[in-house]
């Protein structure tokens, strides 16, 4: 079980959350989008997102400023928070500007809004999971996705639906975080790609 759920925390990590997004997008979205134009897209993301955030942390764990990946206090979650932070706005503002893919736009807006939320609730000595609000930010826009483009994809929102059970599961059983922690990391998720729906609409 151990095992499991460490396998799960790994596929759901909240670094790979923006690159789900955007595969799923344009797995999703009806409008023509060019194998060049998809692939101009992904990759900066999975640079951006994904491999420049794990460089930075190994350079923080060598400079003393955090103790392991997990991120369990606070403290530590600061600076990683801060980098995944501005990593973000350079895709939001370089990478998919809102004149080319709103809903794509909207989604790392809304990660935009989680991240500094989780931010804030570290800087007060409250940290929140990581992986539940990824999950949820996941979630949400897949319902939006669906509605936005009248499509059924109610096999992948199930899909994604369980997944969050399994990765709220997993942090509990690892005890990384307690249940108020689980669920208000899901409702941060959740709450941001909810309040920025109307905007692409």
């Known amino acids: 079980m151990r095992f499991f759920s460490q396998l799960v925390s790994y596929l759901f990590h909240p670094l790979l959350i923006p690159l789900y997004g955007t595969v799923l997008y344009f797995r999703i979205t009806p409008k023509f989008s060019p194998l060049e134009m998809q692939s101009g897209n992904v990759l900066p993301v ?5 491999i420049i955030p794990v460089i930075s942390m190994l350079i923080l764990r060598n400079l003393g400023m955090m103790q392991t990946s997990r991120l369990l206090r606070p403290q530590e979650r600061i600076y990683p928070l801060l980098i995944f932070l501005v990593l973000l ?16 736009y ?25 992986h539940m609000a990824g999950v949820g930010t996941l979630l949400m826009y897949l319902i939006s996705l669906s509605i936005h483009f009248e499509k059924n994809i109610v096999l992948a929102i199930s899909a ?11 942090r509990l059983y690892l005890q990384v975080h307690g249940r108020a922690s689980v669920l208000t990391g899901w409702l941060i998720g959740l709450v941001s790609q909810l309040i920025l729906v109307r905007f692409w609409f």
């Open 46 to 50: 999975f640079i951006l997102t994904v």
């Open 89 to 104: 706005l350079m895709v939001l503002f370089r990478v998919i500007p809102n004149n080319y893919a709103a809903e794509l």
């Open 106 to 130: 909207f989604y790392f807006l809304g990660m935009i809004i989680a991240t500094v939320a989780s931010l804030l609730l570290a800087l007060a000595g409250k940290p929140v999971s990581l």
């Open 160 to 170: 994604c639906t369980l997944c969050t059970g399994l990765v709220g599961t997993a």
